[in-house]
């Protein structure tokens, strides 16, 4: 059976979490679309490592608290979700996935209610509805799914999405994968700050399509279910202001 997904507080100080609102929670850098309405934007150096120091520090109540495997080998950006955007349901094959949501929660209420984190906990396709489990997005919170401890082996964590975005607001996360394989391939580890290695050189290539990458290699499943039809070619003719004004290029 797929891994369980569980929600933690407090995963960032006040101070940095304040640094990263301000930093990336903005239009005026140039973001990268990937599809469905779904932008990425990677940390500079001193905010990965600001964001590191404080999920091994921080808090010795979440679970990458002083957790070397779970750290050691990581991808990290800042996903954001905007209008009219959702995250089909998938699951991934790592040792870990990490999502920290950084939207004050005065940016959402009864009448505009964010796009919530979703799992089931079935890999019966046709039993969705009856294992379906939400996790609120209240900032500084995450969902976090990982690897018993001592474990060598892993296979898929539970399928998980992300809701239609009906609001007039962009959600904003801080994504992070964890373990070896092609969602964190190691790179040289002299080229960081830190003696934890970031993956995201590997992927810098924006040109390459990450999804069937990482379908074609067995690391991620993305379930065939219903759910919203509208495909990645026509999303993006429907939308093309906004992918025009936040990657500067289209």
């Known amino acids: 059976m797929s891994g369980m997904f569980h929600q ?39 905010d990965h490592e600001a964001v590191l120091n404080d999920l091994y520090n921080n808090n010795p109540d979440i679970p990458t608290y002083h957790n070397n495997r779970m750290m050691r080998n990581h991808h990290m950006y800042i996903q954001r979700f905007v209008p009219g955007s959702w995250l089909p349901v998938h699951r991934e094959r790592c040792y870990g996935v990490l999502t920290i949501y950084l939207n004050p929660d005065e940016d959402w209420g009864p009448n505009d209610v964010g796009p919530k984190f979703v799992y089931y ?14 996790i609120d997005i209240h900032c500084n919170t995450g969902s976090v799914y990982m690897v018993e401890k001592g474990t060598t082996e892993y296979g898929f964590n539970f399928y998980h999405g992300v809701e239609l975005n009906k609001t007039d607001k962009s959600r904003y996360a801080i994504q992070m994968f964890f373990g070896p394989g092609v969602l964190s391939t190691t790179q040289d580890p002299s080229k960081q700050k830190s003696s934890i290695i970031n993956q995201a050189h590997t992927y ?9 990458r990482a379908i074609m290699t067995g690391t991620l499943d993305v379930a065939d279910i219903g759910g919203y039809t509208m495909g990645v070619e026509e999303w993006n003719k429907n939308n093309p202001e906004i992918i025009e004004r936040l990657t500067g290029n289209g």
């Open 8 to 46: 933690y507080h407090n995963f960032l100080s006040n101070e940095v979490l304040k640094k990263v609102q301000d930093t990336y929670m903005t239009d005026d850098i140039d973001w990268v679309h990937r599809n469905y309405g779904r932008f990425f934007i990677y940390l500079n150096e001193d």
């Open 204 to 212: 810098g290539d924006t040109k390459v399509n990450q999804t069937e």
């Open 121 to 134: 906990d079935t890999e019966d396709l046709n039993e969705f509805d009856a294992h379906r489990h939400e």
